[in-house]
Each structure stands twice: as C-alpha cells, then as structure tokens.
C-alpha cells in the first residue's frame, strides 16, 4: 500500500493579509504604492505550490505570463512575514545606483518593481517541506530598467 500524503490545497485564511501587508511594508520603505490582492493570482500560485510539492521538484513555472517568487523550507514552518523577509533580505545585495546585484537579488525587485500593481501568494505543505509562490502583475525584472 503507498502512503498518503496530505497536501494543503488552500492556504490558510490568513496568508493573503499577512502576505500582503509583508510585502506593503517593504514597499513603503521606498515610497512605492502599495500591492493590492489578487485572488486570480493566488489561485494561480496556489496550482503550482501544489504542482511543486506532488513533484518534488522546486523550479519556476514555464511559460510564466507573472512575475513569481518561490521559497522552500524543510524541516520548518515559516509565517507568510518571515517568508517576505526572507525574500526581500537580498536588498543587502541590491546597489540602485549601478542597478546591480552582488549576488542574487530579483525576489527582492520583484517585490519593489514599481509598476507591479497585485500579488496573490500561496502555500503547499506536508508533514516536512513548506513551498511558497508568489504570483506578481505586471511581472517586474525587465533587463535593462531599474525597479523604481
């Protein structure tokens, strides 16, 4: 007999204000615009969390039409906030003047670009591994622009 594995497939009714209000924060921070919610995205993010979690195997969508960001933690749970924190603790590496990382940093202008105007973010989890996606509209990112 196989074992049952047992995959969130709605986030909890407190992701979408604790999510949105992460990334707001962040946001503010630069004087942007706030994020609005997007269920449309949320749903969309939340097929794919649990698309990642059923495969085991952690990669963006292809063909993706959004900006996303993903986070996995095993082992862990992290809140919606921590997650965002996570993400966007890669500014430390971000220089706007050269618009430049010095490592990795396109989940934090993700979440900056300013012409994004809505996010929707999920989570697919099982007894050991938590996958986050975020969805983003208009997709930041673009070669060449800065993200404000």
Same mark, same amino acid.
């Given at each position: ?30 004087? +942007?615009? !706030?994020? /609005?919610?997007?269920?449309? #995205? %949320? $749903? ?33 749970? +992290?809140? !919606?906030? /921590?997650?965002?924190?996570? #993400? %966007? $603790? ?59």
């Amino acid at each position: 007999m196989g074992r049952l594995v047992c995959v969130l497939l709605l986030a909890p009714p407190s992701v979408p204000h604790e999510m949105l209000t992460a990334h707001n924060a962040i946001r503010a921070r630069l004087h +942007l615009p !706030p994020l /609005a919610w997007s269920n449309r #995205l %949320a $749903s969309f993010a939340q097929q794919w969390a649990n698309t990642l979690l059923a495969r085991k195997h952690f990669a963006h969508r292809p063909h993706n039409p959004y900006g996303e960001n993903l986070f996995e933690i095993t082992g862990a749970r +992290l809140s !919606p906030a /921590a997650v965002v924190r996570d #993400l %966007a $603790s890669e500014s430390r590496v971000y220089h706007y003047g050269s618009n430049t990382c010095g490592s990795i940093c396109g989940h934090y202008t993700q979440i900056i670009w300013r012409a994004t105007t809505e996010v929707g973010c999920a989570v697919a989890q099982n007894s050991h591994t938590q996958i986050w996606v975020c969805n983003y509209n208009p997709p930041g990112n673009i070669i060449g622009q800065r993200p404000y």
